[in-house]
C-alpha cells in the first residue's frame, strides 16, 4: 500500500478528484432557486421566490439584456448579489452543461489559489500533502457542501465569490512574501476588487479587513503601491454598493415572519444554528496552525499571516450572527479564510507531518478508505435524486391535462443523513428547497408547473 501511495502523483490524485467532481455535477439537475431564476425578476410584484406568486407575471430570461433588466430589478426588490446572480441567471438560461463544465475549472481554480496564496509557492512545487489539505477541507469542513459546491444558484453565490476573493488577494499575499510583486497584470486589480466588494456580505466585509491589514503592513514597510490603494478602495466602493441594495431591506419586510421575533433570540439562533456548527466542522483545520506554534513558530511575518487568516475566519462567522439569518452555507468563506492560514501553517511543518505520515501509512490508508467510501455514497444519493427527477418529469408528462398533478416526495437512503451529512442531499435542504412541497401555493411548485405547461402541481404526503 506505500508503495501505491508513492507512485500516485498531485496531478493524478487531482484528475481523478475532477472527475468525481465532474459526475456529481452532471448528476445534479436544475432545482429551486435554479428554475425560479430562469424568469426575469419581477420587481414589480412579489418577486420569485414568495409563496402564491403570479406565474402569469413570469417572463423567461431570453438574452443577456434581459439578465440585465432583472438585476436591476432583484436589487431594489431582493438584494444585492448582482455578481453572482447575474452569474445564475446566464447558466439558467443556458443548457446546463455549459455550467458543468464550468463549475470543475472554478473548482479546480480555486484549489490552485488556495495553494498559491496559502503558501506562495510555485506550480512545480505543488505536492500531495497540500492537495490533499485542500481537498480534505473542502470536502469535510465547508458546510453545506451540496449547496455551495454543486447545486447552480448556491454554488455562484459561494464557491465562485469565494474563489473571486482568493484570486483578488493573491497579488497582496504575494507581495506581502516576496517585498515586491511578482509579474501579474496589475490592470486587473481595481476590477477584481470591484467585484470582490459585490461578491457576498460576509465574504467581502471580512475581505476588507483582511486587505487593510495588508495595507497598514505595506504602509509601515513603506512599500505602500499605488495598485495597493486603488485595489483596496475599488473593494470598498463595490461593498458599498452590495450592502446599500434597497433590495435588503424590501426583502426583509416580505419575509418578517421567517425572523426571530428578538435580537437576543435571533443571536442565539445564529450562534445554534450557524456559527457552532460551522466552527466546530472546521475545528480540524487549526491542527497544523496549533503544530506550527509548538514546533515551528519560523518567523513574524509567517505568523502575523497566519494568524490574519485564521481571525479572518472566525470573523466572517462572527459578523454572520449579526445577519437576520445565518444558514449554513453563509459559513463557507469561513472554511475557505481557514484553508488559507492552515496551509500557511502546513508549509512550515511539512517534514514534521510527512514524516508522521510515511510512519503511520496504516492511518493514511484507513483515511482514504473513508474518503472513498463517503464519496461513492455522495454518487449514490445522487444518482438517486437524478433518477427519482427523471421519473417526476415522465409523470408530469404522463398527467399534463390533469387539474392537480400529485407526484411523490423524494425519498433518501436512511442512512445517508446519518453517514453523510449535507455533503449531499440530506431532509433539510429538500425542505429549504430541494424538492417541491405537498401544497401548491410553494412557489418552487407554482413555478415548476408553469415552466412545465401544468395547472397545478403537489407531491404526495411524506411518510418518513
Not at 14 to 42: E, G
Not at 281 to 297: G, H, M, N, S, T
Not at 371 to 398: D, M, P, T
Request: proline share 5%.
Amino acid at each position: 500500500m506505500k508503495n501505491f501511495f508513492e507512485r500516485l502523483s498531485w496531478q493524478m490524485i487531482f484528475a481523478a478528484y475532477l472527475a468525481i467532481f465532474f459526475l456529481r455535477n452532471l448528476l445534479m439537475p436544475n432545482v429551486a432557486d435554479d428554475l425560479s431564476y430562469k424568469f426575469i425578476w419581477d420587481g414589480a410584484g412579489k418577486g420569485n421566490l414568495i409563496n402564491g406568486i403570479d406565474p402569469s407575471r413570469l417572463q423567461p430570461v431570453e438574452s443577456f439584456s434581459d439578465i440585465l433588466i432583472s438585476q436591476w430589478q432583484h436589487y431594489f426588490a431582493w438584494g444585492g448579489r448582482t455578481v453572482a446572480h447575474i452569474l445564475v441567471q446566464f447558466f439558467v438560461w443556458q443548457e446546463k452543461i455549459f455550467f458543468d463544465v464550468a463549475n470543475v475549472f472554478v473548482f479546480a481554480a480555486l484549489v490552485l489559489l488556495l495553494f498559491k496564496v496559502g503558501t506562495g509557492l510555485s506550480s512545480r512545487e505543488m505536492n500531495k500533502s497540500y492537495l490533499l489539505l485542500i481537498l480534505a477541507g473542502i470536502y469535510f469542513c465547508t458546510p453545506s457542501q451540496i449547496i455551495t459546491t454543486i447545486w447552480l444558484t448556491g454554488t455562484c453565490n459561494y464557491l465562485w465569490m469565494c474563489t473571486l476573493i482568493i484570486l483578488f488577494l493573491l497579488p497582496f499575499a504575494e507581495t506581502y512574501r516576496r517585498k515586491k510583486l511578482v509579474p501579474y497584470p496589475l490592470i486587473l486589480v481595481p476590477l477584481l476588487g470591484f467585484l470582490t466588494g459585490w461578491s457576498s456580505e460576509p465574504g467581502a466585509a471580512v475581505t476588507i479587513c483582511v486587505t487593510f491589514i495588508f495595507v497598514l503592513h505595506f504602509r509601515r514597510e513603506k512599500n505602500l503601491q499605488s495598485w495597493i490603494k486603488v485595489g483596496f478602495i475599488f473593494l470598498l466602493v463595490g461593498f458599498v454598493i452590495l450592502m446599500l441594495a434597497p433590495g435588503n431591506l424590501h426583502r426583509m419586510e416580505l419575509i418578517g415572519d421567517h425572523l426571530p421575533p428578538s435580537k437576543v433570540q435571533m443571536l442565539y439562533t445564529n450562534f445554534v444554528g450557524g456559527f457552532l456548527p460551522v466552527f466546530l466542522r472546521e475545528v480540524i483545520l487549526f491542527v497544523p496552525i496549533i503544530f506550527y506554534f509548538v514546533k515551528a513558530k519560523t518567523s513574524p511575518e509567517v505568523t502575523k499571516f497566519i494568524l490574519t487568516f485564521a481571525a479572518a475566519s472566525i470573523l466572517s462567522l462572527a459578523v454572520m450572527m449579526f445577519a437576520p439569518m445565518f444558514p449554513e452555507r453563509a459559513g463557507f468563506p469561513s472554511t475557505i479564510f481557514l484553508l488559507v492560514a492552515s496551509l500557511a501553517a502546513l508549509k512550515e511543518i511539512l517534514p514534521l507531518v510527512e514524516s508522521f505520515f510515511r510512519r503511520q501509512i496504516k492511518i493514511v490508508t484507513i483515511f482514504a478508505a473513508i474518503w472513498s467510501i463517503s464519496l461513492l455514497g455522495c454518487l449514490y444519493v445522487e444518482y438517486s435524486f437524478h433518477n427519482q427527477i427523471a421519473e417526476r418529469y415522465k409523470i408530469v408528462a404522463a398527467h399534463k391535462n390533469d387539474d392537480l398533478v400529485v407526484v411523490p416526495p423524494i425519498k433518501l437512503p436512511a442512512w445517508s443523513e446519518t453517514l453523510l451529512g449535507s455533503r449531499t442531499w440530506d431532509k433539510l435542504t429538500l425542505l429549504l428547497g430541494g424538492d417541491l412541497k405537498n401544497y401548491e401555493s410553494n412557489n418552487r411548485n407554482i413555478i415548476f408547473a408553469h415552466i412545465n405547461g401544468l395547472k397545478k402541481i403537489v407531491t404526495a404526503d411524506r411518510k418518513d
